[in-house]
């Protein structure tokens, strides 16, 4: 059971009770001075005292500057995606991998036939050095061939010669012996020469006739020995040069053959050698040592048509900037040079503190981020690459993620506190 307000002031001093009985006349004064002294203050405060409006925005350290784009120089399916945002890269790096496997196959097809054609080249060469090889024996065959018939026709050429000099020596020799007969007979007739003798005359004359004949049968022998020399001679040599010209021609076709397979060979390795290219190519590679600011692609199956980025690099030499992504609505009021605190994820700010910068860009227009909608990239410059811990400072680094609190501007106090009655003043709303 409760006890009664009047037992309870029983409990209580004498000194007190009187106190509250009967107040002091300064109590009044002191409470209206304490009203008007805290008055004062939080009007001063209030009208001095100002808070920061700011817009927040995610990001990531990359070096400032010129950015080297990727694109593909052909058309083709992303099959591997090497690197995200932030990473960074070497030159020469591999940062994705298009679809290579149809040009593989291309360029093994090529290469078999490569192969086969440097064979077959080499076996039409092979034919080309014994084509060569039966045309120079057929040749020499040949000549050597007509140049014994020419010899031997020369030889009974000679034997005709000596034979048609041989009869007409006999000839004479006859016509001599002939003429003596006659004179000897008309002589045996009168008696004044001797039968015996005549006898031996007429078998001269006779020996003469019998050498002639001899000599014009050796003569037609050697004769038509001669012709059919020559005969077999003209058949030679027209065997001989059909024999070259066939061999001049299968060599010529070789050689046409042979040609041709150079030419093929020049143009596989052409398309071999384009063929590599397109294949390196499928390798989209950073042409500079640096950090991955952006990055165009997300996802592999991705087909990429040439020119189109896929990633931008950032040189490693160039300063760190934070690049960030401010959501649309937050981006009306950020200008360039406005001041930033930078808070890393890394590095809380309750133990680390926070780093400044200022605004260093803003893009000028607006890109679909698919978290967080449309947004614009803003570049902050930072006035300190490093965080200091315990005395000693921490190095940040290209990749490192943050959230960027812009400053859009200060207010008042006071200005905060009236908002709401201009408010409600603009909207003609009596308090």
Known sequence: MNASPTADRALWSDSLQAV??????????????GGIVFTAIAGAWSWFGTLEEVSFAQGRLAPQGEVYKVQPSVSGEVTDILVKEGDSVALGQTIAQLDHRLVEKEIERLTYSLNAYR????????LIQQTQLQLNTLQSIARAD???????????????????????????DHQAQADRMVRLQALVERGAFAEDQ????EQALRDRDRSITETEGSTERSTSTMAQLEAELAQTQAMAQKSELEATQQLQQLQIEATQLEASINETQALIERTQTELSQARLVSPVSGVVS?????????????GQTVAEIAPSTAPLVLAALLPSEKAG?????MPVNLKFDAFPYQDYGIVTGQVLSISPDAKVDEAMGAVYRVDVALDNISIDHEGDAVALRAGQTATAEIVVRKRRIISLILEPIRKLQKGNISL
């Open 20 to 33: 509250l009985e009967q107040p002091p006349a300064s109590l009044p004064q002191a409470l209206i001075l």
């Open 119 to 126: 064979q077959k080249l080499g076996q039409t060469q092979t």
């Open 146 to 172: 007509i140049a014994a018939r020419h010899s031997s026709i020369g030889q009974e050429k000679a034997v005709v010669e000596t034979n048609q000099r041989l009869l007409s020596q006999l000839q004479l």
């Open 198 to 201: 005549l006898f031996q005359v």
């Open 294 to 306: 952006a990055l165009g692609i997300a996802n592999v199956g991705e087909v990429l048509q040439p």
């Open 333 to 337: 009021l950020v200008e360039v040079g």
